[in-house]
Each structure stands twice: as C-alpha cells, then as structure tokens.
C-alpha cells in the first residue's frame, strides 16, 4: 500500500441502483490503495445495486452513508460513477446536485465518468468546461454549456476549480491516476 494519498478524504456518490460496478469499485480500492480514506454515500444508507454494462445484475455494497450524513467540509475531491440509470436518478436528487454544486464553490476538485457528468450538467458545472463522458451524453454536455473531447481522460481547472473526467470503464486507470495526481497537487 502507498502513503501518497494518506490523509486525503474521498466522497463516491452513487444511487442506490444501476451504478456501474467497477466505475465504483475500482477508484474504491485504487485510492484506497494509495492510502486515500474512502466514503461512499448514496441517498439511503441501503445495499447498492450495482450492474456490468448497465444490464446485468453484479455485486450489491452497502454504503458508508446517506447524502443527508455527508459534509463537504469533511472532503477534498469528489467522486461521480457512472452506470446510465446511477447518472439518471443522481441528476434528479436534490442533495447530490447539492453536493457538486458545494464541491465547485468549494474549489474543491470533482471526478465523474461515463454517464456521471449528467449530474455536473443538471448541477450547471458544465459552462466553459472540457470534458469528456461516455459518447451518448456529448451533445447533452455540449447543450450544457461544455467543451466534449474524446480522450480518455479530461482535466479542466476553469471556474475555479478542477473537473476532472473520463469516457467509460476501459479509462478507469487513468481516471484514478488524475484523481490521485490531483490530490498530490494539492497538498
């Protein structure tokens, strides 16, 4: 285990369904790994369901927490997994659109990826950013006010604060990797 991320806090949000499970799991145990604290919260302190490929039924998690139980000030980098359905429901609850929108006052750093910046659009994250998503959500993030490119990972530190996004699963290492060069910049 690595020390270089040792007393980083990290906020993964989900749904309590539909969540993709390795954009979940993976930046769980890559950051993890790095020594980084790790708190995931969906709206219900219920099992999440998460799904491979949006269709097929994986593993359930049990959160660490609710929505209501989490504060920005207790975070430095905030965390979006996607799964179409997580993304869906999480654009429509009120206190994670909460959430992103305190982390960008914050000048606190957020990371979504796949379908997770539908949450940064419904939030209003997205003017003047680049950024990239899964290919499906490019022309709702270009109708949002941002720049879509198709890397595998996008950093973008207009506004205030770093955005930093990624296409899908197979980006998941670099996805993690700009997470944790993001924390280490910041210390």
């Given at each position: 285990m690595s020390e270089?991320?040792?007393?980083?806090?990290?906020?993964?949000?989900?749904?309590?369904?539909?969540v993709?499970?390795?954009?979940?799991?993976?930046p769980?145990k890559?950051?993890?790994?790095?020594g980084?604290a790790?708190?995931?919260a969906?709206?219900k302190?219920?099992?999440?369901?998460?799904?491979e490929?949006?269709t097929?039924?994986?593993?359930?998690?049990?959160?660490?927490?609710?929505?209501?139980?989490?504060?920005?000030?207790?975070f430095d980098?905030?965390?979006?997994?996607?799964g179409?359905?997580?993304?869906?429901?999480?654009r429509?609850?009120?206190?994670?659109v909460e959430?992103a929108?305190a982390f960008?006052?914050?000048?606190?750093?957020?990371?979504?990826?796949?379908?997770?910046?539908?949450?940064?659009?419904?939030?209003?994250?997205?003017p003047?950013k680049?950024?990239?998503s899964?290919?499906?959500?490019?022309?709702?993030?270009l109708?949002?006010?941002?720049?879509w490119?198709d890397?595998?990972?996008?950093?973008?530190?207009?506004?205030?604060?770093?955005?930093?996004?990624?296409r899908?699963?197979?980006?998941?290492?670099?996805?993690?990797?700009a997470i944790a060069d993001e924390?280490?910049?910041?210390?």
């Amino acid at each position: 285990m690595s020390e270089e991320l040792n007393g980083k806090r990290v906020l993964i949000i989900t749904s309590n369904t539909g969540v993709e499970r390795d954009e979940l799991l993976v930046p769980q145990k890559q950051l993890t790994d790095k020594g980084a604290a790790i708190v995931h919260a969906a709206p219900k302190n219920e099992q999440v369901q998460t799904f491979e490929h949006d269709t097929e039924k994986d593993v359930t998690v049990q959160p660490d927490a609710s929505f209501d139980d989490v504060d920005v000030d207790d975070f430095d980098v905030l965390v979006v997994p996607g799964g179409t359905v997580n993304a869906d429901k999480l654009r429509t609850e009120d206190r994670a659109v909460e959430l992103a929108k305190a982390f960008a006052a914050a000048g606190k750093p957020i990371a979504a990826i796949c379908h997770g910046p539908w949450l940064l659009a419904e939030a209003e994250l997205t003017p003047d950013k680049t950024l990239t998503s899964y290919f499906s959500l490019k022309t709702d993030l270009l109708n949002a006010g941002g720049r879509w490119v198709d890397e595998p990972v996008v950093r973008s530190a207009e506004n205030g604060w770093a955005l930093i996004t990624s296409r899908n699963p197979d980006d998941l290492d670099d996805f993690c990797r700009a997470i944790a060069d993001e924390l280490v910049d910041k210390s």
